[in-house]
C-alpha cells in the first residue's frame, strides 16, 4: 500500500485524532531490559538510554521519572515516509501558536505529541488546516 505523498492532499485529508490518555517520555539505561509491566507505544534506542513513550500511569506505577506529559493525535491519512513538507506544514503552523510538538512518523500515519494544557487548541488549529482550501 503506498502513502500519499501530494501536499494539498496530505493536508485536506489528515483528519486529526485525539489517542487515548496521557503519554510520558522516559529513560532507561541503554542496555537495560524494558520493565515486563511496561507495554511502550514507542521506543527508541539513543547512545544516552532507551526513550520510552508510555502511558503516565504505568510511568508511575513503575516508579519511573518522566518528562513531557502529552496528549497524542494522530494524523489519519496515510502520509508516504518520503512525503515532502506535509510535517513541516504542520508545524509550523503549531509553532506560530507556541505550541511544541514531538512528531513522530511511522509506517502508516504521523503522530503528534502535544503538551496536556494546549492539546486541544493544537487539535482546533489541526482541523482548520485540514478543512482549508489547499490549491
Known amino acids: 500500500m503506498t502513502g ?3 501536499l494539498d492532499a496530505l493536508l485536506s485529508n489528515m483528519k486529526p485524532e485525539f489517542q487515548p490518555g496521557t503519554f510520558v517520555f522516559c529513560t532507561i539505561p ?5 520493565p515486563a509491566a511496561l507495554n511502550p507505544l ?12 508510555i ?19 494522530t494524523l489519519t ?12 506544514a504542520i508545524t509550523a503552523r503549531l ?18 505529541f502535544m503538551p496536556v494544557d494546549r492539546a486541544d487548541e493544537a487539535m482546533t488549529i489541526l482541523r482548520e488546516i485540514s478543512e482549508a482550501k489547499h490549491p
Open 55 to 73: 502511558q503516565r500511569d504505568d510511568a508511575e506505577a513503575a516508579g519511573l521519572s518522566y518528562a513531557f506529559p502529552s496528549r497524542l493525535i
Open 95 to 112: 509553532a506560530k501558536a507556541g505550541i511544541s510538538v514531538n512528531a513522530v512518523s511511522a509506517f502508516h500515519h504521523d503522530h503528534l
Open 77 to 88: 491519512v496515510h502520509s508516504a515516509l518520503d512525503a515532502v513538507g506535509f510535517l513541516a
Open 30 to 34: 541503554p542496555n537495560a531490559p524494558i
Open 4 to 6: 500519499e505523498r501530494d
Open 42 to 53: 514507542l521506543t527508541f534506542r539513543e547512545q544516552e538510554g532507551m526513550t520510552l513513550v
